[in-house]
């Protein structure tokens, strides 16, 4: 069940109950799309960092190390020790990503492995029985996410193909929660709005899938190629179609901008990459703007990455070593960078559920946006 605690304009504070705790709203997924962040976080240090949701990709758990042996183990949940919510996404990104190793068809998508070459199939089924062996809390809908390029031609047929596989979903889903075998007999399913960067087709496919009673609703085929103002016009465009009374997922983005620009348009969960793969290379968040590390300026810095941050790192290194450690490519600076910067994006998302709740909503995004 999903409420909704403050709304500020089109913003909103919410809570979402899932077979796996409760989810606190806005929220940022830290993404660990092989069960594991990259840069040796464990689910330890996530517990530390205030992370509430971790995310998985199905495509690359199927690859390896298998869906069935996931299963066979217990569940992601058991398979990475992590007890709180975990969220697959469906795989349906790689049919945008590997563009040169698929083949699109009406029952599904045909797919040449990224590791071996081994020829892959993955319609809305397998997708489904993929995320259900995995038992993860909320499992995405497979969809095709069209190129923000595409013309509207193909964007078209694309958005009514992934509507069908989307009622295909719900099927086999309702199927599978039902099996004896089933670990998770209460996964949840969020649906998947696409149409580019066209706001019509956008929006007819958000009245389209809302009459669907979802658990939940993304937005995906954004931070693929379009400006950053596209993106806010097409979420304007589309998010007020999409039941307000359900949980709004942003897929993929993205900076802290992006993020406090989508919570103002009424998105309630984020997920992006950057936060661990710019801390792999040395740049990191503050509340003063970006650091790099690798800038000569911070050989001899003694000081945190940010005085009074309260992540694991700032209470004990300096900027000097984090840098050394990071030039001579040692994994501990990574490790630690990556923990800083995810421990910055889960403390903006409490910061803004709080200024929600206290209704200050746009004036901590003004001050918080000063340096970005």
């Not at 092989?34 to 995310?55: H, R």
């Not at 998508?109 to 081994?118: E, L």
């Not at 923990?339 to 403390?347: A, E, G, I, K, R």
């Amino acid at each position: 069940m999903y409420r909704i605690l403050k709304r500020e304009g089109r913003a909103k504070r919410g809570e979402l109950e899932t077979p796996h705790g409760v989810i606190q709203t806005p929220v940022f997924m830290n993404v660990g799309t092989a069960a594991a962040i990259k840069g040796a976080v464990s689910t330890a240090d996530l517990e530390t960092i205030k992370t509430q949701v971790q995310l998985s990709n199905t495509y690359h758990l199927h690859v390896r190390p298998g869906d069935e042996v996931i299963w066979k183990l217990g569940g992601i949940h058991r398979f990475m020790s992590w007890d709180r919510p975990i969220l697959t996404d469906s795989g349906g990104f790689q049919v945008f990503s590997l563009a040169s190793l698929r083949k699109i068809k009406e029952e599904g998508v045909y797919f040449q492995s990224h590791i071996d070459g081994r020829k892959i199939f993955m319609g809305p089924e397998e997708s489904m029985r993929i995320q259900s062996n995995l038992a993860s809390t909320i499992a995405m809908a497979f969809d095709e996410c069209p190129s923000s390029k595409a013309d509207r031609s193909y964007v078209e047929a694309s958005v009514m193909r992934t509507s069908r596989w989307l009622e295909r979903c719900i099927a086999e889903m309702k199927c599978l929660n039902g099996r004896e075998a089933t670990i998770n007999k209460q996964q949840m399913l969020f649906g998947i709005n696409q149409g580019a960067i066209f706001a019509d087709i956008r929006r007819e496919h958000a009245k389209r899938i809302a009459a669907l009673d979802l658990d939940g609703y993304a937005v995906g085929g954004l931070a693929v190629g379009e400006s950053h103002q596209e993106m806010y016009y097409i979420l304007e465009e589309t998010v007020p179609y999409l039941p307000t009374d359900k949980p709004t997922y942003l897929m993929g983005v993205g900076t802290p901008a992006n993020i406090l620009e989508g919570i103002e348009r009424g998105v309630d969960f984020f997920d992006c990459v950057y936060p661990s793969r710019n801390g792999r290379h040395g740049h990191l968040y503050t509340n003063f703007g970006k650091l790099n590390l690798f800038n000569a300026k911070y050989e001899l810095d003694d000081r945190p990455i940010e005085e009074g941050c309260g992540c694991p790192v700032c209470g004990r290194y300096s900027r000097a070593y984090l840098r050394h450690l990071l030039k001579a490519g040692e994994m501990l600076g990574m490790r630690l960078c990556v923990l800083h910067n995810l421990y910055f994006y889960n403390t903006m998302m409490e910061e803004a559920r709080k200024a929600l709740e206290d209704g200050c909503f746009y004036q901590y995004k003004k001050e918080k946006l000063k340096f970005y």
